[in-house]
């Protein structure tokens, strides 16, 4: 017998995919026994793409399986909260994709949920802290470099998209916010260890996409949020990015300051001239962006299994980012400054 941490899937769509092909092929000490989706043609992928054997068509399917030690939810948004707790109570460690919750009322529950199990591992999807790009910018603001952070600029843009599929997405994601931006509020957690929000402004439009109108959500959005210790951060998120994806990051600090990511991503160092123009080439979606990240992030889960480390402070940080992102949300659905007790 290996003692591989077994693991089971839920949820086989646009990323769920992209991390069942990690875990099959790319992580150590991990091994992807089984998934579970809805969908036929979904179930069908993973038994031939990935030779997977145990395919259920649910999820309470899939946790009574006594032979998987971790689950891995890349379900709707909508579903985590309750998902991660039915995988907490059936014994199971638990890695979720962003955000962890749309609530704070789920969040508690998570929380509680947690607390019964106080062995279990869990992980909430923010890859961008196993980016390098990223891991550097920490690194050179733990090292002083950067003297005192006193700003934060973070993007999410993503690329224009000419199939309606954030139409789609959009009802069950939370907003442009707690679906988008909810990674830099991580990232701003992350980099001022954990700073408390003072109070949050926000203001957004639908530039491209009216049919955002039905779930009251927007195509480009700004918040500012104003952390403890004079931190000043804007949060800027998009659908309708005409460069591909970007993912920034700008900190200025009493000493320097630093950005990564600006303008997005060229696919190659070479940019060609022609027409009196510079044609470069750009990433154009998250999955090639953060290709390495999201193996890293499956190995760093497989390995805190494997050493016991819960990743609670982790967890609290989610909760955490949920808290923001649902101010962003409500300070732009009722247009005031919200602040935080
Ligand atoms: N980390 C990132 O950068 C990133 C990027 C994209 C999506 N996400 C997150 O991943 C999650 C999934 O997003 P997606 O784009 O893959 O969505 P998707 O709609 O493409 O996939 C959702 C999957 O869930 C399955 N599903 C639906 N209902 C289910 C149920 N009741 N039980 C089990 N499976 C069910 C669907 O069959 C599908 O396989 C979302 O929470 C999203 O926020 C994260």
Same mark, same amino acid.
Not at 42 to 48: D, F, I, K, L, Y
Not at 160 to 172: C, K, L, Y
Not at 231 to 244: D, P, V, Y
Not at 299 to 326: P, W
């Given at each position: 017998?290996?003692?591989?941490? +077994?693991?089971?899937?839920?949820?086989l769509?646009? @990323?769920g +995919?992209?991390?069942?092909?990690?875990l099959?092929?790319?992580?150590?000490?991990?091994e992807?026994?089984?998934g579970?989706?809805p969908?036929?043609a979904?179930?069908?992928? &993973?038994?031939t793409?990935l030779?997977i054997?145990?395919l259920?068509h649910?999820?309470e399917e899939?946790l009574?399986?006594?032979?998987?030690d971790a689950?891995?939810l890349a379900?709707?948004t909508?579903f985590?909260a309750d998902?991660i707790v =039915?995988a907490l109570? &059936?014994?199971?460690h638990?890695?979720?994709?962003?955000p962890?919750?749309?609530?704070l009322?789920?969040?508690?529950?998570v929380?509680k %949920?947690a607390? +019964?199990?106080?062995?279990?591992?869990?992980m909430?999807?923010?890859?961008?802290?196993?980016d390098?790009a990223?891991?550097e910018a920490?690194?050179?603001?733990?090292?002083?470099s950067l003297?005192?952070?006193?700003r934060?600029?973070? =993007?999410?843009?993503d690329? @224009?998209d000419?199939?309606?599929?954030?139409?789609q997405? &959009?009802?069950?994601?939370?907003g442009l916010f707690?679906?988008c931006?909810?990674h830099? @509020?991580?990232?701003a957690?992350?980099?001022?260890?954990? %700073?408390?929000?003072?109070s949050?402004s926000a203001?957004?439009?639908?530039g491209?996409?009216?049919?955002l109108a039905?779930? $009251?959500?927007?195509?480009?959005?700004?918040?500012?949020?104003?952390?403890?210790?004079?931190?000043l951060?804007?949060?800027h998120a998009?659908?309708?990015s005409?460069h591909?994806?970007?993912?920034?990051?700008?900190l200025v600090g009493?000493?320097s300051?630093?950005?990564?990511g600006v303008?997005?991503?060229?696919?190659?160092e070479? $940019?060609?001239q022609?027409?009196? %123009?510079n044609?470069?080439?750009?990433?154009?979606?998250f999955?090639?962006r953060?290709?390495?990240?999201?193996?890293a992030? &499956?190995?760093?889960? @497989?390995?805190?299994?494997?050493?016991?480390?819960?990743?609670?402070s982790r967890?609290v940080?989610?909760c955490d980012?949920?808290r923001i992102?649902? %101010?962003m949300?409500e300070?732009?659905e009722?247009?005031?400054?919200v602040?935080f007790?």
């Amino acid at each position: 017998m290996s003692n591989n941490v +077994k693991i089971g899937i839920v949820g086989l769509g646009r @990323i769920g +995919k992209n991390h069942a092909r990690n875990l099959a092929r790319r992580v150590r000490g991990g091994e992807l026994i089984a998934g579970a989706s809805p969908v036929a043609a979904e179930r069908e992928w &993973a038994q031939t793409e990935l030779g997977i054997q145990k395919l259920y068509h649910t999820m309470e399917e899939l946790l009574a399986d006594k032979e998987i030690d971790a689950v891995w939810l890349a379900t709707p948004t909508s579903f985590h909260a309750d998902q991660i707790v =039915a995988a907490l109570e &059936a014994g199971k460690h638990v890695f979720c994709e962003k955000p962890l919750a749309l609530t704070l009322e789920e969040c508690e529950r998570v929380m509680k %949920a947690a607390e +019964k199990q106080p062995k279990a591992t869990i992980m909430i999807g923010f890859m961008r802290r196993y980016d390098p790009a990223y891991a550097e910018a920490k690194r050179l603001l733990d090292n002083g470099s950067l003297g005192t952070l006193f700003r934060l600029h973070c =993007a999410s843009l993503d690329a @224009i998209d000419t199939n309606g599929f954030f139409v789609q997405f &959009a009802p069950t994601s939370g907003g442009l916010f707690l679906d988008c931006s909810i990674h830099d @509020i991580d990232v701003a957690l992350w980099m001022t260890n954990g %700073a408390k929000p003072v109070s949050v402004s926000a203001t957004g439009i639908r530039g491209m996409y009216p049919g955002l109108a039905a779930c $009251n959500d927007v195509d480009n959005a700004t918040a500012t949020v104003l952390f403890e210790n004079n931190i000043l951060a804007t949060f800027h998120a998009s659908r309708t990015s005409h460069h591909g994806d970007e993912t920034s990051l700008q900190l200025v600090g009493t000493e320097s300051s630093l950005s990564l990511g600006v303008g997005g991503t060229p696919t190659s160092e070479v $940019n060609v001239q022609k027409g009196n %123009a510079n044609h470069c080439d750009m990433v154009v979606d998250f999955f090639a962006r953060f290709e390495q990240a999201f193996v890293a992030e &499956a190995q760093a889960f @497989i390995d805190a299994v494997k050493n016991g480390d819960t990743l609670r402070s982790r967890l609290v940080e989610a909760c955490d980012a949920t808290r923001i992102g649902v %101010a962003m949300r409500e300070a732009l659905e009722q247009q005031k400054i919200v602040t935080f007790d």
